[in-house]
């Protein structure tokens, strides 16, 4: 049982910073697409960020390059997203997931039906 536990969401004004942990426990072999998605309300889902854990090669969104960061601990237990200069627009619930293969590029950043694990999220808002 693989779980995903999400942390550090937080409220901060626009230009602030935050940084998101997820935990990763349970079978899930080393090397696998790690990723950030987010979820505002009323809109669909969205990626935000991925890394491959084999060779920490990494995507982003758009909205976010920049200014978002994806990484891992040296002990591959926990993923971070680091958020700087952060915009009322990047308010939204935000998912870390994994999926058991290769990122494929922007593949997984632009299909989150595609992961095999979801954490149940940490909520960020950006006020102006």
């Known amino acids: 049982q693989v779980q995903l536990v999400e942390s550090g969401g937080d409220s901060v004004q626009a230009g602030g910073s935050l940084r998101l942990s997820c935990s990763v426990s349970?079978?899930?072999?080393?090397?696998?697409?790690a990723a950030w998605f987010r979820q505002a309300p009323g809109k669909e889902r969205e990626g935000v960020a991925t890394m491959y854990t084999a060779d920490h090669s990494t995507r982003y969104a758009d909205s976010v390059k920049g200014r978002f960061t994806i990484s891992q601990d040296n002990a591959k237990s926990t993923l971070y997203l680091q958020m700087d200069n952060l915009k009322p627009e990047d308010t939204a619930m935000y998912y870390c997931?994994?999926?058991?293969?290769?990122?494929?590029?922007?593949?997984?950043?632009?299909?989150?039906?595609?992961?095999?694990?979801w954490g149940r999220g940490t909520q960020v808002t950006v006020s102006s």
């Open positions: 997931a994994a999926r058991t293969t290769f990122c494929g590029g922007t593949y997984f950043l632009t299909n989150p039906d595609k992961a095999n694990y």
């Open positions: 349970g079978d899930i072999y080393p090397y696998y697409c």
